[in-house]
T-cell receptor, first 114, second 112 residues
Framework: DAGITQSPRYKITETGRQVTLMCHQT?????MFWYRQDLGHGLRLIYYSAAADITDKGEVPDGYVVSRSKTENFPLTLESATRSQTSVYFC?????????????FGPGTRLTVT | AQSVTQLGSHVSVSEGALVLLRCNYSSSVPPYLFWYVQYPNQGLQLLLK??????LVKGINGFEAEFKKSETSFHLTKPSAHMSDAAEYFCAVSESQGNLIFGKGTKLSVKP
C-alpha cells in the first residue's frame, strides 16, 4: 500500500537493550524525519535525513542512531534503551520539490522501556 | 531558531460554538505555516497550510486560519464545533533546512 508505515506499532523493552524502530515510505520522498511525542513537549525532532546517506541531528538526538541506505527506509535505533526514552515515536516524510515543506506522518510506535 | 507558541494547552467549547485555537510564531523570514490534527492513537494529519498564496487559508473539516504578519499569528478557527472535532491540534512553522518546528499542542474538547 502507498504511504508511510512504521513497525512495530507497540514495543516493550528493558533498560539497556537495543531496539530498532522501522519506517518505510512509498512516495520516494527525499526527506524523512523522526520525532518523539511526550506529554507537555509536543513533537520534538530527533534526526532527519535529506536523502540517502545524508542524516543530521535534530533537537534531541542523544541516545539515538539513524541510517538511511535506501530512500524509502529510515530506521531509528536506540543503542541502549533508557526509561526516559519511553515515548511515542513518529516518522514523517516530505518532498521539498513540492515547495511547501508539508510532512506526511506515519501512525507512530509506542515504546515502553521498563 | 524559530519557535511556535500555542496559547492554551486545553480548550473546551460547546457543540455548535466557535472554535479558536491560537498560534504565534517567531520567524525572521516569511515562513510556511501548518496546522495538524491528531486523533487519539493516530498520527498527525494535515489540516491546512499557509504558503504565501493567500492570507486566509481554508482546510479540511470546515477549519480555516488567517496569517497575520504584523501579529506573527496563525490562529485556527471553525465557526461551529462538532463532537468529531475533539482532538489535539498542532501548529508548526517551517525551517530553511526542511524540518518543521511544532508547538506543544492544544487539546480541544467539545461538550454536548
Amino acid at each position: 500500500d502507498a504511504g508511510i508505515t512504521q513497525s512495530p506499532r507497540y514495543k516493550i523493552t528493558e533498560t539497556g537493550r537495543q531496539v530498532t524502530l522501522m519506517c518505510h515510505q512509498t512516495w520516494s520522498h527525499s526527506y524523512m524525519f523522526w520525532y518523539r511525542q511526550d506529554l507537555g513537549h509536543g513533537l520534538r525532532l530527533i534526526y532527519y535525513s535529506a536523502a540517502a546517506d545524508i542524516t543530521d541531528k535534530g533537537e534531541v538526538p542523544d541516545g539515538y542512531v539513524v541510517s538511511r541506505s535506501k530512500t524509502e527506509n529510515f530506521p531509528l535505533t536506540l543503542e541502549s534503551a533508557t526509561r526516559s526514552q519511553t515515548s511515542v515515536y513518529f516518522c514523517a516524510s516530505s518532498d521539498l520539490r513540492e515547495g511547501t515543506y508539508e510532512q506526511y506522518f506515519g501512525p507512530g510506535t509506542r515504546l515502553t522501556v521498563t | 531558531a524559530q519557535s511556535v507558541t500555542q496559547l492554551g494547552s486545553h480548550v473546551s467549547v460547546s457543540e455548535g460554538a466557535l472554535v479558536l485555537l491560537r498560534c504565534n510564531y517567531s520567524s525572521s523570514v516569511p515562513p510556511y505555516l501548518f496546522w495538524y490534527v491528531q486523533y487519539p492513537n493516530q498520527g498527525l494529519q494535515l489540516l491546512l497550510k499557509y504558503t504565501s498564496a493567500a492570507t486566509l487559508v481554508k482546510g479540511i473539516n470546515g477549519f480555516e486560519a488567517e496569517f497575520k504578519k504584523s501579529e506573527t499569528s496563525f490562529h485556527l478557527t471553525k465557526p461551529s464545533a462538532h463532537m468529531s472535532d475533539a482532538a489535539e491540534y498542532f501548529c508548526a512553522v517551517s525551517e530553511s533546512q526542511g524540518n518543521l518546528i511544532f508547538g506543544k499542542g492544544t487539546k480541544l474538547s467539545v461538550k454536548p
